[in-house]
């Protein structure tokens, strides 16, 4: 009896890890990852840093401690893990990425240039 109850909890363990790895969205569709820009909007995560706010199509520069790493948010995907994109050994722990859709992606009646200024 032992020997069932071992493979099924297996047996299920597998089937939970195949199932989140499944959802996960495929890197491409994150984005892409860039040098770290001067002139991108610096987003620093700290120790205590559980999410960032961003918008479709900006490109960031994240700083960790003394490390840095730079992603351009154009993928379809609404939020994603940035420890899944960051380079290795930079962030170890989970911060979500929140992607706002990019107002000027909206057409709507702003399409003769006036509205957002940078």
């Known amino acids: 009896m032992k020997s069932f109850l071992s493979t099924v909890i297996s047996v299920t363990l597998v089937a939970v890890s195949l199932s989140s790895i499944a959802a ?6 994150l984005g892409e990852a ?3 820009p001067s002139s991108a909007r610096t987003i620093t995560i700290n120790p205590d840093t559980k999410y960032v706010n961003v918008v479709g ?4 520069k994240f700083v ?3 490390k840095t790493f730079g992603w351009a ?11 899944r994109v960051a380079p290795a050994g930079v962030l170890n722990r ?6 706002a859709t990019n107002p000027d992606d909206l057409g709507g009646s702003d399409a003769g240039g006036m509205g957002h200024s940078k």
Do not use: C, K, W
């Open 64 to 66: 960790v401690g003394d």
């Open 94 to 99: 989970h911060v979500m990425a929140y992607i």
């Open 24 to 29: 996960q969205p495929r890197l491409d569709l």
């Open 34 to 36: 860039v040098s770290a």
């Open 73 to 83: 948010f154009n993928g379809p995907v609404r939020s994603f893990d940035l420890a």
């Open 57 to 60: 199509g900006e490109t960031i």
